[in-house]
């Protein structure tokens, strides 16, 4: 067949082939092929969708209202655990693929020995006019194809923890529902997103400890041992607590100002409401 003579012919005279086969060498300890990693799988029922019909065909448009990336960092904050395993098994290998991947796609840019079929070498030359299409330019394109097969089949492609995310959509009459793909480096984007949300959480923790007991008595003293809301004393048996009133996670500070006494309840109470 054309495509088993072609790539013998190819790899006896393509420089490519032989810079592909040189990366390669310094990459063989990876095993990449070997990474085979299963999908992680998300289903999304959403009603932020909007539709259009395009003005051809009547095709479905996806215009992209759906935040990916807030939705992804929400999952990974969820389960931060999970994904700083997976990142961790990953992340080295990643990064080094990547360098790879690098090095790889510049020997395809700088495709030297085919920008014209005359700098071909005459052995290919022979053979395209024997066996491939007719014409300089037809028979420069089929060479280009089998270049391309031929080296992509040999260029290293492993297949890093991906995201399908399944999205689901009624508006109006049209439902949209689609299977999106997210590479590694998304759920790497949308991990630091999380992780950034999570040391928030950690300055909210700090500003909660910062009321110290010396601190809780003042301000319980200040309020007359008794509920801002709803008057209850200490002496009835309720638990007083010392509330931001401008909560931590909306900003609120620690100050005097901003703190005042709520019984247990009405703390509670206040809580649900945010
Ligand atoms: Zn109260």
Redesign the pocket.
């Known amino acids: 067949m054309q495509f088993e003579d072609a790539k013998i012919t190819i790899r006896n005279n393509n420089a490519m082939w032989r810079e592909i086969e040189t990366i390669n060498s310094q990459y063989n300890n990876y095993n990449f092929d070997d990474i085979k990693a299963e999908p992680i799988k998300y289903e999304k029922r959403t009603s932020k969708a909007k539709y259009g019909r395009s003005s051809c065909g009547g095709a479905l448009v996806w215009p992209g209202s759906f935040d990916f990336k807030a939705f992804l960092s929400g999952k990974i904050y969820e389960e931060m655990i999970v994904y700083t395993e997976l990142i961790n098994k990953y992340i080295d290998i990643f990064i080094i693929f990547n360098e790879y991947k690098k090095k790889v796609l510049k020997v395809f840019e700088t495709r030297r020995l085919y920008k014209d079929i005359s700098t071909a070498p005459s052995d290919n030359r022979n053979w395209f006019a024997k066996n491939l299409s007719t014409t300089t330019e037809n028979r420069f394109k089929e060479l280009k194809k089998y270049e391309e097969e031929l080296l992509n089949a040999r260029t290293f492609s492993p297949q890093f923890p991906y995201v399908i995310l399944h999205l689901m959509a009624t508006v109006l009459y049209d439902n949209y529902d689609r299977d999106d793909k997210y590479e590694f480096n998304d759920i790497l984007e949308c991990y630091q997103m999380a992780l950034e949300k999570e040391g928030k959480m950690t300055f909210i923790q700090q500003q909660r400890a910062i009321i110290s007991d010396d601190k809780r008595y003042d301000i319980m003293k200040r309020d007359g041992f008794k509920?801002c809301?709803?008057g209850?004393k200490a002496t009835d048996g309720v638990r007083l607590e010392v509330d931001h009133i401008m909560p931590v996670s909306k900003g609120g500070k620690s100050t005097d100002a901003n703190l005042q006494t709520?019984?247990e309840?009405?703390n509670k109470g206040k809580r649900d409401k945010y």
Request: charged share 10%; hydrophobic share 40%.
């Open positions: 509920c809301i709803c209850a709520l019984c309840r009405c």
